[in-house]
């Protein structure tokens, strides 16, 4: 399905949601037998688990929000997949003294991973990031 209507959709669901209901499936599964073979186990499981948030939820709005926490949850893994990639193409980590990220390789000790109290180097240069909350500066 490459073009949604939401029109169309929208109107179906008030005229017959029964009928929104087996197309919504008919889309829903033609997907997932599009998809590669490799694929297509994982999209069937979280399609299944889908299927199980909505049957147990008592509201719609239960069913949206345990559907959105399974989308973060898989966003999250997704991330943590990214990360490893980032450090295997990119072994040199950034240091860290809670308020930025310092390239090592930018503060004169390149490949050096531990955090030191001694001054930048004259070169070194920082971006300050005015931190405000609800419009108002902090103090």
Known sequence: M???DFKEWADLFQVDPAAFERRREAVLEGYVASADPE??????QTLFRIR???QR???PLQSAMESSKLMWESF?????????LEQELNPVPL??????LINSGD????GSTELDNSEPPASFSAHIIQFTASGKRAH
């Open 57 to 59: 939820a008592k509201s």
């Open 95 to 100: 240091k860290q003294n809670g308020l930025r």
């Open 2 to 4: 490459t073009h949604f």
């Open 52 to 54: 199980m948030i909505r």
């Open 107 to 110: 503060a004169g000790n390149a």
């Open 76 to 84: 999250g893994k997704l991330r943590e997949q990214v990360q490893k």
């Open 39 to 44: 694929h297509r186990q994982s999209l069937e």
